[in-house]
C-alpha cells in the first residue's frame, strides 16, 4: 500500500463515519416524541442539561486559555533547550495550537454525546410503547452518533495536525507527533474537568433524590412528585455522556500520539509505516463499529444484554479483520532495511490487545449483573441492613481488582514479548508490541462508547415514561433496559480503565525517551533513592486525595439537595398529595452551582501537583537528573494506584447499584417470599446505592482521565524537570 493514501485514507474514514453518525442522528430524531406530557418532561431535562454544560464549559474554557498561555510561555523561553530547538521553528506555537485543539475537540465530544442523548430519550420512551426491540434501536443508534463523533474526531485532530505540521515531509516524522502531544494535554485537560463536573452533578442530584424520595418519603424513582427528579435526569446525561464522550476522546488521541512517538523509534524498520499504523487501524475499527451497531436487534422476550452482546461480538471480529490488514499492509520491512522482521508476532499483540478488551467487558459484566454471585451477595446481605450491605459493597468492590489486574499484566507482558519476537534484538520492539496492544484494545472503542451512552438514554427514558403516569407494563420495558444500561455504563468504566493501564505504560516510556533526548542519558525509576521514592509516595497520595475530594464535593452538594427537597415537602403539603407541581428549577440550579464550584480544586491538584514536584525536587540533587526521575516515579505509582483505586470504585459501585436493581426487579426472595420495593431489604439497599453513586460516576471515572493526564503533562513540560 502506498505510504502517502494511508493518511488520506485515514481521514476519508473519519469523515464518512462522521456522515454516518448524522444519518443515525437524523434516524433517531425522526422518531416519534410521544405525549405533550412526556414532552414537557423531556424538554425541561433538555433545557437543564443545555443550561449545565454552557456555564461548564465556560469555566473551562477560562483555564484552558491560561494554561494554553503557560505552554506558549513555556516553549517560547525554553526555544533553545535541546529538544524543543530540534523540533524546528516555531514549536512552541505549534505545541499550543495542539492544545487548544485538542480541548476544543474534546469540548465538542462531549456536546456531542450530550446533544443527542437529550434528544433520543424521548423518543426511546416512545418506542417502547410499542415494541421493545425498537427502543433499544433508538438508544443504542443515539449513542453510536457519540461514539463514531468521538473517534473520528480524534482521528481528524491527530492526522490533520500531522500533516499541517508536515510530518509527511522529509524528516518531519521525527519531531512532529511530539508537537501533537499538545492535542492529548488538551483533551485530558478538558476531559477532567468535564467529568469532574459532570460527575458532581450527576450524583448529587441522584443522591438527594434517592434518599429523600425513596427512603424517607417511600415515593418511586422518578416520581413526579419529587423536586430533584429533574435534576437527577440531567445528570445522567451532563454526567455519563458529555463526561464520559470527553474522557475516551483524550483516551483515544493520548494513545494515538504515544504509539506514534515510539513509531519513531522504528522508522529505520518500518518507514512511516510504523508512525501511521495506529491511525489506520483505528480506522478500520470505525467502519467495524458501523457494522456492529446495524446487526444489533432483538426478539420481545429476550434479554436486551444478548443484542448488545451480538453487535460487540460483530465488531470485534470484523476490527481483528480490519487490524490483521492495517498490520500486513504497513507494519512490514522498508526497502534497504536488514532487520529481521515477523509481521505476524505484532498481529499476535494486537489480538492481546483485542482479547483484553473482550475480557474486560465480561469481567466487569460478572462482577456489576444481578444474575452473577457478587452482585447477589451484596442483596442478601441488604436483608440485615444498610451496614452490612455497605461492607459486602466494598468487599466485592476490593475484590473486583484481582483478576483485571491479572489480565492486564498478561497482556503487557505477552505484548512485550510478541514484539520482540517480531524484531529480534531491536532495542523499543518490545514496547511497540505494547502499543500494538493497546491499540487492539481500543479498535471497537466506537461500540464502547455508544453502549455507555445507551445507559443514559435509558435511564431517562424510564423517567419520562414514570413521570408521565404510563402504564405499569411500559415502565416493565424501560426497565428492561435501564438495568442493562447500568451494565454498559459500568463496562464502559470497566474497559476505560484497562485502555488507561496499557495507555499509561506507553506514555510512560515515551516520557522517559523524551528525557534520554534532551539530557543524553538513559535514567530509570530508582525507589532506593529517597527524592524518588517520595515522588512515588506523593502519586499515590493524589490519588487518595483528588478522590477525596470528588466525593465530598458529591457530599456537600447533596446536603444541599437534601435540605431543599424536605423544604419543599414540608411547606408544600400539596406536593405529596400530587395537586402541587414542586420546583424542579431550583434544585437544577443548586446542583450547577455546587458542581461548578467544587469541580476546579481536585482539577487543579490534578494539573499542579506533578509539575510542582518536578520542578522543586530538581534542585534537591546536582546527580542523576532527580526532578524528571522524580516525576517518573510520581507517574508510575500514581498510574498503579489510580488504576486500583478506579476498578474498586467503578465495579463496586456498579455491584451497589444493580443490588438495588435486583431488589426492586421482584426477582429477589426471602424466606420464598418475594422482597421487593418500600422493603426494608430495599432501604438498605438505597443506601449501598448512593454510598456507591460518587465512587462509580464521580471519582472512578475522574481517575481515567488522571492518570493520563499526568502522563500527557509530564511529557509535554519535560523539558521543565531538567
Known amino acids: 500500500m502506498p505510504i502517502d493514501t494511508v493518511l488520506p485514507l485515514v481521514l476519508g474514514i473519519s469523515v464518512l463515519s462522521l456522515l454516518v453518525a448524522g444519518l443515525l442522528a437524523r434516524h433517531v430524531l425522526a422518531a416519534d416524541t410521544g405525549t405533550p406530557q412526556m414532552r414537557t418532561i423531556s424538554d425541561a431535562i433538555r433545557e437543564g442539561a443545555e443550561a449545565f454544560l454552557s456555564r461548564q464549559y ?9 494554561a494554553a498561555l503557560a ?37 465538542v465530544a462531549g456536546y456531542i454525546g450530550m446533544f443527542v442523548s437529550i434528544r433520543a430519550n424521548i423518543r426511546t420512551a416512545t418506542a417502547a410503547m410499542t415494541s421493545l426491540n425498537r427502543a433499544l434501536q433508538i438508544s443504542l443508534r443515539g449513542g453510536a452518533v457519540s461514539g463514531l463523533s468521538v473517534v473520528a474526531m480524534s482521528l481528524l485532530g491527530v492526522g490533520g495536525l500531522f500533516w499541517l505540521f508536515g510530518g509527511m515531509h522529509a524528516g518531519g516524522y521525527r519531531h512532529v507527533p511530539l508537537q501533537i502531544v499538545g ?7 478538558v476531559a477532567l474537568f468535564a467529568q469532574l ?31 430533584a427528579v429533574i435534576a437527577d435526569l440531567v445528570g445522567d446525561n451532563v454526567g455519563d455522556c458529555a463526561g464520559r464522550g470527553a474522557d475516551l476522546f483524550e483516551s483515544t488521541a493520548a494513545e494515538n500520539v504515544g504509539a506514534m512517538i515510539l513509531g519513531i523509534a522504528l522508522f529505520p524498520v518500518f518507514g512511516m509505516g510504523g508512525i501511521l499504523f495506529p491511525l489506520l487501524a483505528r480506522a478500520f475499527g470505525l467502519i467495524a463499529t458501523i457494522v456492529g451497531v446495524f446487526t444489533v436487534k432483538v426478539r420481545e422476550d429476550e434479554d436486551p444484554m444478548n443484542g448488545l452482546n451480538r453487535g460487540y461480538l460483530v465488531t470485534t471480529i470484523l476490527a ?26 505484532l498481529l499476535g499483540a494486537g489480538i492481546v490487545g483485542i482479547l483484553t478488551a473482550y475480557a474486560f467487558v465480561w469481567i466487569t459484566q460478572y462482577y456489576t449483573e444481578y444474575k452473577y454471585r457478587p452482585v447477589r451477595s451484596i442483596a442478601e446481605a441488604s436483608k440485615t441492613g444498610p451496614a452490612t450491605n455497605v461492607i459486602s459493597g466494598l468487599a466485592v468492590g476490593m475484590e473486583c481488582t484481582g483478576i483485571p489486574v491479572l489480565v492486564i499484566s498478561a497482556a503487557l507482558m505477552a505484548a512485550y514479548k510478541l514484539g520482540q519476537l517480531a524484531l529480534p534484538g531491536t532495542p523499543g520492539a ?35 415514561i414514570e413521570m408521565s403516569g404510563q402504564p405499569e407494563e411500559i415502565r416493565a420495558k424501560t426497565d428492561r433496559l435501564d438495568a442493562v444500561g447500568n451494565t454498559t455504563k459500568a463496562l464502559t468504566k470497566g474497559y476505560a480503565i484497562g485502555s488507561a493501564a496499557l495507555a499509561a505504560f506507553l506514555l510512560f516510556r515515551a516520557y522517559l525517551d523524551e528525557v534520554t533526548k534532551i539530557t543524553g542519558q538513559s535514567i530509570g525509576v530508582d525507589l532506593t533513592r529517597v527524592p524518588v521514592f517520595v515522588g512515588g509516595l506523593l502519586g499515590a497520595t493524589l490519588v487518595f486525595v483528588f478522590s477525596s475530594l470528588a466525593i465530598k464535593a458529591v457530599g456537600k452538594a447533596a446536603q444541599s439537595v437534601i435540605t431543599e427537597v424536605r423544604r419543599q415537602f414540608r411547606e408544600n403539603a400539596g406536593i405529596m398529595a400530587g395537586t402541587a407541581k414542586p420546583d424542579y428549577a431550583h434544585c437544577v440550579d443548586i ?30 540533587s546536582p546527580y542523576g537528573r532527580i526532578g524528571a526521575e522524580s516525576v517518573a516515579g510520581l507517574l508510575m505509582v500514581g498510574t498503579i494506584a489510580g488504576i486500583l483505586m478506579a476498578m474498586f470504585m467503578n465495579n463496586g459501585g456498579g455491584a451497589w447499584d444493580n443490588a438495588k436493581k435486583f431488589i426492586e426487579s421482584g426477582k429477589f426472595t426471602v424466606d420464598g417470599v418475594v422482597v421487593g420495593k418500600k422493603s426494608d431489604a430495599h432501604k438498605a439497599a438505597v443506601v449501598g446505592d448512593t454510598v456507591g453513586d460518587p ?25 521543565l524537570f531538567i
Open 58 to 66: 465556560r469555566t473551562i474554557a477560562m483555564l484552558a486559555v491560561v
Open 71 to 107: 505552554i506558549f510561555g513555556f516553549y517560547f523561553w525554553n526555544r533553545e533547550v535541546k529538544n524543543i530547538a530540534e523540533m524546528g521553528e516555531g514549536t512552541f506555537w505549534r505545541v499550543t495550537v495542539s492544545f487548544l485543539v485538542g480541548a476544543t475537540c474534546s469540548a
Open 183 to 189: 492535542f492529548g494535554f488538551g483533551a485530558s485537560f
Open 197 to 227: 463536573g459532570g460527575g458532581i452533578y450527576t450524583k448529587a442530584a441522584d443522591v438527594g433524590a434517592d434518599l429523600v424520595g425513596k427512603v424517607e418519603a417511600g415515593i418511586p424513582e422518578d416520581d413526579p412528585r419529587n423536586p
Open 320 to 345: 481483528m479483520i480490519g487490524f490483521a490488514a492495517a498490520v500486513f499492509l504497513l507494519l512490514k520491512p522498508v526497502a534497504g532495511s536488514t532487520q529481521e522482521s515477523h509481521s505476524i508476532y
Open 430 to 464: 518490545g514496547l511497540y508490541g505494547t502499543a500494538v496492544a493497546t491499540m487492539g484494545m481500543l479498535a471497537p472503542c466506537a461500540y464502547i462508547l455508544a453502549m455507555d451512552t445507551f445507559g443514559p438514554i435509558t435511564d431517562n427514558a424510564g423517567g419520562i
Open 591 to 620: 446542583v450547577t452551582k455546587g458542581a461548578l464550584r467544587a469541580m476546579v480544586a481536585p482539577g487543579l491538584l490534578a494539573v499542579l501537583t506533578p509539575v510542582a514536584v518536578g520542578f522543586s525536587f530538581k534542585f534537591l
Open 695 to 719: 465512587f462509580k460516576d464521580t471519582a472512578g471515572p475522574s481517575l481515567h482521565v488522571l492518570i493520563k493526564l499526568l502522563s500527557t503533562i509530564t511529557l509535554v513540560l519535560a523539558p
